[in-house]
């Protein structure tokens, strides 16, 4: 299909010229609704995922151990293994949607979502023994977190690509808030099929039912997938991508192939009237002192040496001190965040839902209403608040606030773990949770979207997301073994070091509100090419 075809029948290429500047930021069009739905579903995967893991592997120990526990290092590799598979296609699928385009690569990760899922359903239970059966699901779940993690790179790129700048960080806030939903959804859908299962697991008392459980939950994951993948094979390319790979391929001069694209596209032309006042300063604020087009620059290079250009544009302390702060940022806040959400047993028994009485299907069942109970305090409020306010106060100040706040009732929660009432835990860990993702946990996604100009910021992000599942693993792994040598209040001052030095590190990072890092890397260019030329004279 050609991309003209595409951009007929997706009609996203109406949006990307929508002149939004009487609308506030939080109000959607059909178009952006139909764009989010199309990026958004790998985020919904994704928390749907995280969620569902943990109920799981408790089905899987009625299914293959009679109830006793899984064994530590199977169980640890099983819950981890997705966040494994997501490094992989982070670095992956971000490095592949900067050199081929986001048009050739999105999709691809959909299918490998899709291929992954299907397998880790078809786990041969009762051919395999059980430990056969828990190396082949988390063998499968690692190939399902590469596909999930290339969907941060390729959605975060191609919303900013189609993303008016005044409504940008406000787009990515609604893309990350579908991790919320997909919380949500899986704590509902497990306890609507497991009342399903009531009858011949609880009353007939047949256990091993179980087995279908877990497959209809895992399975249910396909009905998004399904529906936004052929939507995502027939995206057309951004116009944003292609004037960017055209100054690339070409010794164009960036900044009028981005006056070019404004004359076909009101929608951004306010964009490209706002360059940089300081060019040698990529964190510079913007204004409109519109740079003179006699003024010649050092062609850019083509495709071949994409990898090249890369490094040579982070070899740069300016723009590499930037990279390693978005990077260390999302790592720091996934400790604390994974280290917390993954271990959920703690606060579900602090709230008495633990599951730890009753028949198999009555613990089962308290620990699907507890996770929705802890869903629903403080996930959703927390990235809604964040989508109404990040146009206005910004992604620097969201996140170094995020990160204080989350803090401070870390740091409530270690100190007075033994003795606070059930009540006054609840509302703690609430307000932990809503600050998480009202804060870091929403803005290291949205930073590296806005941050770095086009031609690098799928690899950009791709490594940001990547640093923060490594982030991810190392927390999943080492909290149940830390918890027993040092206890959990310990542990959870760790997590409260870590968001002091994440609210430190961002200080690094400039405001990216208002901010296009496409002109300010065309003025870069252009001044380079200047001082070169100076220099040789």
Not at 126 to 153: C, E, K, Q
Not at 403 to 428: D, E
């Amino acid at each position: 299909m050609s991309d003209e075809t595409a951009r007929v029948k997706s009609g996203l290429e109406e949006y990307e010229r929508e002149d939004d500047s009487g609308r506030l930021p939080f109000l959607l069009t059909y178009r952006e609704v139909k764009l989010l739905g199309i990026t958004g579903v790998g985020f919904f995967l994704d928390a749907y995922d995280l969620f569902i893991i943990n109920p799981v592997a408790t089905m899987l120990q009625y299914r293959l151990y009679n109830g006793g526990a899984l064994p530590a290092g199977l169980e640890g590799f099983l819950k981890a293994s997705a966040n494994i598979g997501s490094v992989i296609g982070q670095f992956a699928f971000g490095y592949a949607a900067d050199y081929f385009g986001r048009k050739a690569i999105y999709g691809k990760e959909l299918m490998l979502i899709i291929f992954a899922t299907i397998f880790c359903i078809s786990d041969p239970t009762g051919d395999l023994t059980a430990t056969g059966s828990l190396i082949w699901l988390s063998v499968f779940r690692i190939i399902l977190g590469i596909g999930i993690g290339g969907d941060y790179p390729m959605s975060a790129s191609v919303t900013t690509d189609r993303a008016n700048l005044r409504r940008r960080g406000t787009l990515l806030a609604y893309i990350f808030a579908n991790q919320g939903w997909g919380s949500l959804l899986g704590s509902l859908m497990f306890i609507i099929v497991l009342a399903c299962y009531k009858n011949v697991m609880d009353v007939k008392g047949e256990t091993s039912k179980v087995d279908g459980v877990w497959r209809i939950l895992v399975g249910l994951s396909l009905v998004p997938a399904f529906g936004t993948l052929y939507q995502r094979l027939t995206l057309p390319e951004s116009k944003r991508y292609q004037a960017a790979r055209k100054g690339a391929d070409t010794e164009a001069d960036p900044i009028d192939e981005l006056k070019k694209k404004a004359d076909a596209d009101p929608g951004v032309a306010e964009e490209v009237r706002t360059v940089p006042s300081s060019p040698s300063n990529s964190s510079a604020p913007t204004s409109t002192v519109t740079p003179p087009a006699s003024v010649v620059h050092e062609p850019a290079h083509g495709k071949g040496s994409h990898f090249a250009e890369f490094f040579r544009y982070f070899s740069e302390w300016r723009h590499a001190k930037v990279l390693l702060a978005t990077c260390t940022c999302w790592f720091l806040v996934d400790i604390a965040f994974y280290g917390i959400n993954l271990n959920q047993n703690v606060v579900l028994e602090e709230i008495g839902f633990a599951g730890k009485s009753g028949s198999p299907w009555t613990r089962l069942f308290k620990i699907g209403i507890g996770n929705l109970i802890v869903t629903g305090l403080g996930f959703l409020p927390g990235y809604y608040v964040t989508i109404l306010t990040i146009e206005k106060l910004g992604r620097k100040w969201i996140q170094i606030q995020g990160f204080l706040m989350a803090a401070l009732f870390l740091g409530i929660l270690a100190g007075k773990f033994y003795t606070l009432s059930t009540a006054a835990f609840i509302v703690n860990f609430a307000l932990l949770q809503f600050f998480f993702n009202f804060g870091a946990n929403a803005t290291t996604y949205c930073y590296p979207a806005e941050v770095f100009p086009t031609r690098f910021r799928a690899s950009a992000h791709g490594m940001s997301a990547a640093c923060g599942k490594v982030g991810a693993i190392i927390s999943a792994l080492a909290f149940n073994s830390l918890s027993e040598k040092i206890g959990t209040p310990a542990v959870l001052w760790i997590f409260f070091g870590c968001c002091i030095a994440g609210a430190v590190v961002t200080t690094l990072l400039p405001e990216v509100r208002d901010r296009d890092p496409d002109l300010i890397y065309a003025e870069e260019q252009r001044q380079a090419a200047v001082d070169e030329k100076r220099a040789r004279a």
